[in-house]
């Protein structure tokens, strides 16, 4: 028996009543409106309104990356390239009722090929769309035109209804769909319709080039008020997890590596971008405060979708896995990143490496004159006035005229500088943003600043990369800033005197034995200063800054200075108060009033120089003390000025244009200049790089002969030397022009805006060489260093200039388009192919990251680790510690790697060999600051209980130097009839490793680079792939050719054989005993040398303060008989190589600067 509810449900035929009754009836009348309207016109026609606008009215270009993202109306497909599509229909799983059959659409457009899935109800909508379009151009429905005025080019779209079509129909239905499709994408105005771009599933980021294929693209819903990292501290939670409900609708668009959204009602602008990454996460969530939802994680930020059905979200989720399982694997495998860095090993990438500025600067140029698209550039200080080739004084080669060029050619430059904290070091890079951008007028140069040190609470770091990306394509990188100072060759010269004649006629003795001592000096500044003197007496004329002339001091009103006095008084510091006794020297000296703190060694600051701070009264840096030049003498060094005869007589005759402006007469002048240039004819030892044009065979070095004649006469027939050009030192204009012409150790950059005036001398002050490398990669390791640079940008336009859209999030390049450029033009030497990973030190307030990263410090720990010959490091800074669990202070482990390394080769009784160099001082004029730092170089080198020599000693190794040495760079040269000198200050950041591996970029070994949380940071870490047949510590190896030319092209410039190498000194095995034994006693030469002539700082002989301060005051040959010092220069010195003073104030406990001064108060992570 039935009970009630039954028979409702069935009627009297026993089929189902009630709603399914309701249902059914529906169904019927809705079949019956169909066809009663398929019966009316099967077809509806979508009439072309202008037949005009079928022409396109824009060219390929428009899609361009760098272009179509800044369309006021952006540009979608590629212009006169049709669309081909198919329709291939398949029923629903459960079949709907009004909608049973899905249809796959695949186009085809040009090389890009997909497809997408919509139903009846889709593609009518769009339909409808169009429709409106057509009745506002032509005031009448498409559904009112007859059937005979139909045209056969016109778009028919089918009336029938999905209900009516059955499995037989099918594919005729499908051909009718997509003939209508076909014709009405013929049409712009319909093409490019915002319905039509949703049917499609395509954007404005579709079909750029350069940016690869989407995967998948969709209006979805997104979550907002996720956590977006940043500062020292991530954004508030201003709600918890279930109260985030507000989801606004965005275009997402999945690409190879990443996925980005667009906001359609603003222009498609580009939003932040997730990059997959090592922590890159896709999970489907059915409650997520939404039904059918994906969150997705990065490093970066989290994001949740709300998807329609279950169906689209695993449509999503699918998509996404797959890319992280093809295209984007090698950024989510971390089987693929060795060293926990965020990019993977590139294979046969094109790379090229520079010693020295000159060439490097000179290829950047080349690649910012050949950039077609984009520029990327970040430094730690940038000049937009440096010239980058040499000597000119032509516009077209400064690096602002360079950028404002291509800017106007439709280039877009991003620049990312370090924002400094103003009061401490004057990098001026607001006013670098205001010059490029042209105060903002400029709408193709963006400059961004940071960090924003009060909300991020950053204050002691500093963004220390150095990079210029050409078209995310090319990438320079290592330790060269844009910025001046730091422009240099081979020849590391001292002078640069421009079109001015350089007296190489040494004057007479000017040793004095009752000569004022080092107190009396700074007694003397101290005064002067009070009664308003300047240290230098210049006057105040004003400069030519054309020429960048200073006027000559006045010496009635300037107390004569001893050589290195000043750099005494600043390596003693507070300490020099301890012999306030004997010295007599002012209390002053043992708190400076304005001490600043720094944050790299490349520092230049806006605070007072270092004879300011000995005085009274301390001047702070202000606009009312522009003239101000204070003299502080450094630890001297030399120039090399190479002058031919032929240069010598366009001297002459230049001098001779201006002898209206001699005191003397035209005759006297004329006699002399002969005079001089017959004695130089004659004397061809007057030239200080006449011991870099010869090595004299007769040379009093033994052991240079010695080691260079060892080994049979085979060997010597088999040696090959490379033949190396002298560089061509014109005397036209200055190489260093204004503010380039630089000496640290003298003074601090001041009034950088003032960029043509000289801050120095040039007559008397020699300038200070810098030594670095660089290099740089073309391939996909470009693009993983492109890659960097956007995921920090984004960062810091959402931290900084969020709601500000001209200021626009990037997007990095595909890594399937081919790289296409013609990069030979661009060098003049050939590429090595190598494999090539790029790393980095980056954090939460740097780049946005939850996870710290320090791939560089886990690469420098692996090479040192695994290295088998020997490990040469060259180094701005070498603060490290052997025991990182017991150190409080330093905690990267190089140090501790070193020490494990060079006790396995002791324990098997190999050779293993650890070249190090490093500048010989601190780059500061800041007394305190080279304390510091000089401080904790020497507490992991050689004193305490963490340094590398006590710790190998601990270990039973009974010379350390038969492992390990240290060395720093010198140079001399004649100025103005003085020997002067010169430390040639070392800023590198590198380290080569059995002549297959090297890691470069702009990383110092301190806790500041390797530790990840507080400088950012990138370098390289390359490894050979043409490789060779060498010999290492007398074994036949396998090295390669990138870090072997770059390894002996170092060793021969420190040796003095680069430019000719007469003795046929073979630098290949740095491994053997004899080559290990002769590199050391060059430098112990050079260094023995140095020191009788000039009495350099710092020094061995310096065992304590006490001996210091009476140091400077010891006779030497450049001031009791300059012409024998001279010719023991000539004849002795080799290159530029010294030791490095490792017993310089050995016999102090501590001379880390005074807890009363801002230097000792701030914390110990400044300097460490």
Known sequence: MNTPSEDNRNNENGRPGGLFDFIEQTNVIGNVIAAAASQKNSFEPLPFSNQSLFEENYDESCLNINVNPFLDQKKVFIPNVPIDLSITAERKHGAHIFHPYNYTLCFTHGPFKWEVVRTYKDIKECHRALGKLVKQDMGYSCSDIRKEDFKPEWPLFPNEHDNLINSEMIGERCKHLAEYLKRMLTYPPFRDHPSTLYLLGVSPLSFIRGIGLSHVECLIPKRTGDNVYYGHFSQLKLCCEQLKFRYTKRWF???????????????????????????????????????????????????????????????????????????????????????????????????????????????????????????????????????????TEDLQYRLDKILLKKSREGVKVYIMLFKEVSFAIGLLSYRVKQLLTQKGANPNIKVLRHPEHSPSGVFLWSHHEKMVIIDQSVAFMGGIDLCFGRWDDDLHRLIDLGRRENRTELDPPSYQPNAPNLAQIVDQIKDSRERGVDVEGQDNGENNEAKGDVAKPDSKNVPTSKPDSLIVAALMGNSIAKFKAKNRLNSQLSAPNNASPVFQSDVPSNSASLASRFSLKSKSFNAGHKNERIEMNPVSFNDVKLETEENMNKNLQSDLNEIDEIEFSKKEKVKRKLSRLKKTMKRKSHNPLSRLRRQSSNSDSDSYSDYSDSGDEEAKRSFTEEIVEY?????????????????????????????????????????????????????????????????????????????????????????????????????????????????????????????????????????????????????????????????????????????????????????????????????????????????YNLRSIVNGQFSIYQELKNQGVPDPLEFITFYGMRNWAVLMGKLVQEIIYVHSKLMIVDDKYVICGSANINDRSLLGKRDSEVAAVIKDEELFESVLGGEKVMVGKYANSLRKKIFKLHLGVYFNNPNKLDVQDCVSDEFYQHFRSVSAQNTKVYDEVFKCLPSDNIINFETLATYVDQPCLSKTDPVKGKKELDEKVKGFLVDFPLQFLCKEKSFFPDIRTPEGLVPIAMWT
């Not at 001209?806 to 192919?833: G, H, R, T, V």
């Open 253 to 391: 668009i999945l690409k190879d590596t990443y996925i980005v959204y667009t906001n359609t009602k603003l222009n498609n602008l580009t939003g932040f971008s997730m990059m997959v990454d090592r922590a890159f996460r896709c999970d489907m969530k059915i409650k997520a405060g939404a039904y059918h939802a994906i969150e997705i994680r990065n490093l970066q930020r989290n994001l949740i979708l709300k998807f329609k059905s279950s169906h689209q979200q695993k449509h999503w989720f699918d998509k996404i896995n797959k890319c992280l399982n093809t295209t984007a694997r090698c950024f989510h495998d971390v089987s693929l990143m060795p060293n926990g860095s965020y990019a993977p090993v590139r294979k046969k990438q094109l790379c090229k490496w520079y010693v020295n500025s000159a060439q490097y600067m000179e290829h950047v140029m080349n690649g910012l004159n050949n950039a077609k698209e984009e520029i990327f550039i970040t430094d730690w200080w940038f000049s937009p006035e440096l010239l980058l080739k040499r000597p």
């Open 727 to 935: 560089p061509n030192i014109s005397n036209e204009g200055y190489y260093w022009i204004g503010k380039d012409y630089c000496n640290s150790y003298k003074a601090d950059f001041k009034d950088v805006a003032q960029f043509y005036q000289d801050q120095f001398d040039r007559n008397s002050t020699p300038r200070m060489p810098w030594r670095d490398e660089g290099l740089v990669v073309i391939g996909e390791a470009a693009r993983d260093l492109a890659r960097h640079f956007i995921q920090r940008w984004n960062q810091c336009k959402r931290e900084k200039v969020r709601h500000i859209y001209a200021y626009p999030f990037l997007l990095p390049k595909s890594y399937e388009e081919p790289f296409d450029y013609d990069y030979k033009s661009w060098f003049k030497d050939q590429l090595i192919n190598c494999q090539v990973q790029m790393t980095r030190s980056l954090d939460a307030w740097s780049g946005g990251l939850s996870q710290t990263e320090c791939s560089i410090l886990n690469s420098y720990c692996d090479l040192i680790n695994n290295a088998e010959h020997f490990i040469y490091i060259e180094n701005q800074f070498f603060v490290t510690t052997t025991d990182p669990s017991r150190d409080n202070e330093v905690k990267n482990m190089v140090g501790n790697e070193l020490v494990k390394r060079i006790m396995r080769a002791f324990r098997d009784r190999k050779k293993f060999r650890v070249y190090v160099v490093l500048p010989l001082l601190p780059g500061f004029d800041n007394p305190n600051a080279i304390q510091a730092v000089q401080y």
